[in-house]
């Protein structure tokens, strides 16, 4: 017989077996989730705005490229060009949006060829457009019932002499009318464009 100290050591070994962990409470739980939603939420608001700020810088020097093209269209082919700036009501909201338009022999109208290039723009809500011109410093953006088709007359012109409508125009957003860019023309089209409104300094120093 064998002794019983032997026999227990070659009883097989059972692993004992813990204790059941205590699980999370339901306050645990809902704290976690705030966390998750805050973190979010805040990384949401960094890219919506960062995107934002992205969109409109590539406006306001889609603006200007296509000003100049323009400018040198007109110039090339002696027919006019314009840009028309609008706004409208949706959904109880001011959208702001720009065109551009070539003078025919019945008016003004979408441009018959580069359509690519002169495509219809906008801005997001909450975005506004302000055009000040050389004879008037505000200009009213707003289209008459009359203007809503086919006769629209462009606030700002590329003639073909070579010459447009000197004038400047202020993207500003709307809730706390913060100025986010300016752009500056005169009558020889010499385009600038502003961040904020203030003279961007080359390396030299030089404006």
């Known amino acids: 017989m064998l002794d019983r100290s032997v026999a227990m050591a070659a009883a097989p070994i059972i692993a004992r077996v813990p204790a059941r962990q205590r699980g999370f409470s339901l306050l645990e739980l809902m704290v976690a989730l705030?966390?998750?939603?805050?973190?979010?939420?805040?990384?949401n608001l960094t890219?919506?705005?960062?995107?934002?700020?992205?969109?409109?810088?590539?406006?306001?020097?889609?603006?200007?490229?296509?000003a100049a093209y323009a400018l040198d269209e007109a110039q090339m082919t002696g027919v006019d060009y314009g840009l028309l700036l609008e706004e409208e009501e949706q959904a109880g909201e001011v959208i702001y949006r720009f065109r551009w338009l070539e003078r025919k022999l019945d008016g003004?109208?979408?441009?018959?060829?580069?359509?690519?290039?002169?495509?219809?723009?906008?801005?997001?809500?909450?975005?506004?457009?302000?055009?000040?011109?050389?004879?008037?410093p505000l200009v009213e953006l707003s289209l008459e019932e009359d203007e809503k088709d086919d006769r629209l007359n462009p606030q700002v012109v590329f003639y073909a002499s070579g010459e447009t409508t000197p004038g400047a125009l202020n993207i500003r957003?709307?809730?706390?009318?913060?100025?986010?860019?300016?752009?500056?023309w005169d009558l020889l089209g010499d385009f600038k464009v502003l961040p904020r409104g203030e003279a961007v300094e080359d390396e030299d120093g030089a404006d």
């Open 47 to 66: 890219v919506s705005s960062g995107g934002e700020d992205i969109a409109l810088r590539a406006a306001a020097y889609e603006v200007v490229d296509v």
């Open 173 to 184: 957003r709307v809730e706390g009318d913060d100025l986010l860019w300016r752009i500056e």
């Open 108 to 136: 003004w109208g979408d441009p018959a060829s580069g359509k690519e290039v002169f495509r219809r723009g906008r801005l997001p809500p909450g975005i506004a457009l302000e055009l000040q011109l050389e004879d008037s």
């Open 34 to 43: 705030i966390v998750v939603v805050l973190v979010t939420t805040l990384v």
